[in-house]
């Protein structure tokens, strides 16, 4: 998406969120801690044409802060998935 085209429908008509003048309103929590959440912006993508949407982190001390504190999520066949040790089946 970010390329400007859509990966699900191939159309042009993609737009971003990320020429924004002020603070975006769509977030995720990326960290909990006792006083406060910790929040991270999302720059969002949209196709027009089918409406497929994509988020991304926008700070890169985002991304570390998640590589960092999250369980890394391994795919170990098409319908298995490994998350910190445990198995679980995907349907």
Same mark, same amino acid.
């Given at each position: 998406m970010k390329n400007g %085209?859509?990966?699900k429908?191939?159309?042009r008509h993609v737009y971003a969120n990320t020429n924004r003048k002020s603070i975006p309103l769509n977030t995720i929590t990326v960290g909990? %801690?006792?006083a406060s959440n910790r929040y991270a912006f999302?720059?969002?993508y949209v196709c027009t044409t089918c409406g497929?949407?994509?988020n991304y982190l926008s700070k890169t001390q985002?991304?570390?802060y998640v590589q960092e504190k999250w369980a890394l999520v391994e795919i170990t066949s098409d319908n298995e998935v490994l998350r910190s040790g445990q198995r679980y089946l995907v349907e």
């Open positions: %085209q859509c990966p429908c191939g159309s909990a %801690q006792k999302l720059d969002t497929y949407v994509e985002d991304l570390s």
